[in-house]
């Protein structure tokens, strides 16, 4: 009997890029393979779920840690700056794991129509077993990439029904405040997603707590308790990931990617850049660099 492993092994055999990302058709459906331990990966993610089949990985949340490996699932429930890194993998044996982004429309539909109740906060991240239902949810899904006559009919309702089995399982109670149009998840995500597209510009917390709905005040409280960070500290590390990507995927100086992303001054993006990634920009991009040709 074909398992999820093998289904997503073969799949992401045929179609990883070189950095181990494969895209599927199913809009927010990847897959993720490495043949070897990573280097540390700094991201700020989105609500996303993270089923890993083969391997292991580990991810920090400001002072959290979660250790994770086959059989266990990663659930991130808010945009949350995240430190991660696959810590077993080899070419007989490489990290696999099936991410799906989360689909807050499609949540609060099941939540009305599943009678759940609005519950308080719960903790941005965290690691669970997982689910047998969800599991066999999402064995159907990647079996239905291999039909693709099929897939615009039957992958909506294949989603929904990876999402109605999270929400039914022990992953619920983290994920239903993601339904609620209302709830300070969903009104922070919205400050959030102008951060994410204008990080390069001057945001006032007065103008990202008008769009949330909130006071100020309010505002940088629910933030916080959301994200684990001030506006000011997410909109710092969004730039600050932003420009490491520049120099390390499109060759940008230093200097160039300071300004990209919108410091002034580039004495305070290499202090900031060195506090963040441990090391002063110039530097950190030649040996991530060498470290690319060894492996090559």
Known sequence: MTTLLTTVQRYAESHADRSGLAQTPIAGLTIVRASEVSDLLYAISRPLICLVLQGSKHVTMGAQAFAFSAGDTLLITADVPTVSQITRASLAAP????????????????????????????????????????????????????????LPVLHAQLVREFHYWLLAGKHGAAIRNLGWPDSQARRVARAVDVLRSDFAQSLPVEQLAAVAGMSPSSFHQHFRNVTSLSPLQFQKQLRLIEARRLMLSEGVSASSAAFAVGYESVPQFTREYGRMFGLPPVKDTEEAKSRVRAAG
């Open 95 to 150: 990290y696999l794991s099936l991410v799906l982004e989360l689909d807050p429309a499609v949540i609060a539909d099941l939540a009305m129509q599943m009678d759940v109740v609005k519950e308080g906060g719960a903790l941005p991240v965290r690691v669970d077993p997982t689910d047998s239902e969800v599991s066999d949810a999402a064995l159907r899904l990647m079996r239905l990439l291999d039909r693709p006559a099929s």
